[in-house]
């Protein structure tokens, strides 16, 4: 079943003789099912292992662990976005497990533009070879970056793993937000560092005034969680466009 299919299945529950209010979507646990799947494929891969040998040789501080990685992974094989924005590419582990995921779905065409503005690192040092071809590097602050034309108005895909500060990760979520399609996938690294994700996904609920129950209508996002130190949340889909 495709990504939009699946965002676009409703049911309406109802108790004993009571009409429902409104229609509610089916909860995505077809996300989480995909996702674990995927995940636990990587954790004992060949390729993991040979990344993180990689990642340990190069020096890891600053960089993601197993756990994010195969999350990270997870998330854009389930997802097969075409277009990806991430920030704080570095030297290139997020990139490298984004790349293999979309080598593994056979997204071809689907490209990465990843952004770095630290000038005395390796930029995308640890990328492999056959999975450059997907990949626009683009050095920079991502605030200069975001004024040019240099990134695509459209995205499908966006991660944040630049600079963790609250105010800054903010700017990014609201930035990248707007540029998502529907149904878009908004990732976040180091989650835990601040308020920032949990308010930013906060602000994309909308209730009832006399339930307090989720009002799907008004609200911006299909679901969210937390993996490790990943998180994130899937911007709400056209049903029209499903």
């Known amino acids: 079943m495709s990504q939009r299919h699946l965002l676009s299945r409703i049911w309406?529950?109802?108790?004993?003789?009571?009409?429902p209010l409104e229609s509610w979507p089916l909860p995505?646990?077809?996300?989480?099912?995909?996702?674990?799947?995927?995940?636990?494929?990587?954790?004992?891969?060949?390729?993991?292992?040979?990344?993180?040998?990689?990642?340990t040789a190069h020096g890891s501080h600053g960089l993601?662990?197993?756990l994010d990685c195969a999350t990270l992974y997870a998330l854009t094989r389930w997802h097969?976005?075409?277009?990806?924005?991430?920030?704080?590419?570095?030297?290139g582990l997020s990139a490298t497990f984004i790349l293999k995921a979309l080598a593994d779905a056979n997204m071809v065409n689907a490209r990465l533009y990843s952004i770095e503005s630290d000038e005395n690192c390796e930029h995308w040092a640890l990328v492999p070879d056959d999975l450059r071809h997907s990949l626009v590097p683009l050095r920079g602050r991502v605030e200069d970056?975001?004024?040019?034309?240099k990134l695509p108005?459209?995205?499908?895909?966006?991660?944040?793993?630049?600079?963790?500060?609250?105010?800054?990760?903010?700017?990014?979520?609201?930035?990248?937000?707007?540029?998502?399609?529907?149904?878009?996938?908004?990732v976040s690294h180091d989650v835990h560092m601040n308020a920032a994700f949990a308010k930013f996904v906060t602000e994309r609920y909308a209730h009832d005034k006399k339930t307090g129950l989720l009002d799907r209508s008004r609200s911006e996002h299909e679901e969210w969680g937390r993996w490790g130190y990943i998180g994130f949340t899937i911007k709400k889909g056209d049903p029209a466009n499903a």
């Open 80 to 91: 097969r976005p075409s277009v990806i924005v991430e920030t704080g590419g570095f030297v």
């Open 64 to 66: 993601m662990a197993a």
């Open 145 to 149: 970056i975001v004024r040019t034309e």
């Open 28 to 55: 995505l646990y077809d996300v989480w099912d995909d996702v674990a799947s995927f995940a636990a494929e990587m954790r004992t891969s060949d390729f993991m292992a040979e990344v993180m040998r990689r990642r």
């Open 153 to 186: 108005a459209k995205i499908d895909m966006f991660l944040h793993d630049s600079g963790h500060t609250y105010w800054h990760m903010r700017w990014e979520f609201r930035e990248f937000w707007r540029r998502l399609s529907n149904g878009g996938l908004l």
């Open 12 to 19: 309406s529950p109802r108790g004993k003789g009571t009409p």
